[in-house]
């Protein structure tokens, strides 16, 4: 426990005072602002409620949130071989899976800053309408779990993988195939096979939950089946990150 503190504190050091943790502060928040305008002045105009205005804001941060968790997870063992500092690090008492789990703790605490950024938003496109409480705390379950999914999948291939840039190619691409479901279509996504994609898509999933949370309004009934896939997909990346990193190779 005590050789995790050191590190847990530099990864969350970095996100607040470092390069990178500022950059993802202005990046986020003139992304956040853009879509704001542009959402708040389509409902001024009445050309969609703010339902859909929170639902399609709350889209664009899972999405925020599963690319910087990606760039971060990539960046965790491979980042540190091209800086070559992992051989320092795994010559302390730190273990691979020490390590695995404090990078996930700084992913996790990217999620947090970049959802604090997000309520002052979601609360200027949503107007205080009777869905943005559920949505918000929706939005902050299922963007927890999303983090998790492709950030500890991210890890997972940063340990095995050498350089940051194949495995930041190859998370982008698994994250682009998880989208492309969404893709097809309403129509084409109603049908039998269509809704069996969406089921098994992480990704699709929360996106089908906010959607039956905000516009719907429907209740956690609703949600208990989606969440638990959710929840065991969170799980299953979790013991194969505890897995591979038992061996670290350098």
């Given at each position: ?11 969350f050091?970095?996100?607040l005072?470092?390069?990178?943790g500022?950059?993802?502060l ?14 708040v ?5 009445s ?17 925020m ?6 760039i971060?997870?990539?960046?965790g ?20 899976q ?19 950024l ?9 107007n205080?309408?009777q869905?943005?409480w ?7 379950l299922v963007?927890?779990l ?6 500890g ?6 340990a095995?993988m ?23 279509g309403?129509s ?7 809704q069996?994609i969406?089921l ?10 906010l ?19 959710l ?11 505890y897995k ?7």
């Amino acid at each position: 426990m005590n050789t995790w503190v050191p590190l847990i504190k530099k990864e969350f050091l970095e996100d607040l005072l470092a390069t990178r943790g500022i950059l993802l502060l202005v990046v986020t928040t003139v992304i956040l602002s853009m879509f704001s305008i542009l959402l708040v002045s389509n409902t001024e105009l009445s050309l969609i409620d703010n339902a859909q205005a929170v639902y399609m804001m709350s889209g664009i941060i899972i999405t925020m949130a599963s690319l910087v968790a990606i760039i971060r997870g990539s960046d965790g063992f491979a980042g540190e071989r091209d800086r070559k500092t992992l051989e320092i690090l795994m010559l302390t008492p730190v273990t691979g899976q020490d390590l695995a789990f404090t990078k996930l703790m700084g992913i996790l605490f990217s999620w947090l800053i970049l959802l604090a950024l997000s309520i002052p938003y979601l609360w200027a496109v949503g107007n205080l309408g009777q869905n943005l409480w559920p949505s918000m705390k929706y939005l902050s379950l299922v963007g927890t779990l999303l983090v998790l999914i492709f950030g500890g999948l991210a890890l997972i291939l940063s340990a095995r993988m050498k350089s940051f840039k194949n495995v930041l190619w190859a998370n982008l691409i698994i994250f682009l195939l998880s989208g492309s479901p969404i893709l097809l279509g309403p129509s084409l996504r109603q049908t039998a096979v269509g809704q069996v994609i969406d089921l098994i898509n992480p990704f699709a999933n929360a996106l089908n939950t906010l959607d039956s949370v905000v516009i719907d309004g429907q209740g956690i009934t609703f949600q208990l089946l989606r969440l638990t896939l959710l929840s065991c997909y969170s799980f299953i990346v979790f013991w194969l990150l505890y897995k591979t990193t038992r061996n670290i190779e350098l």
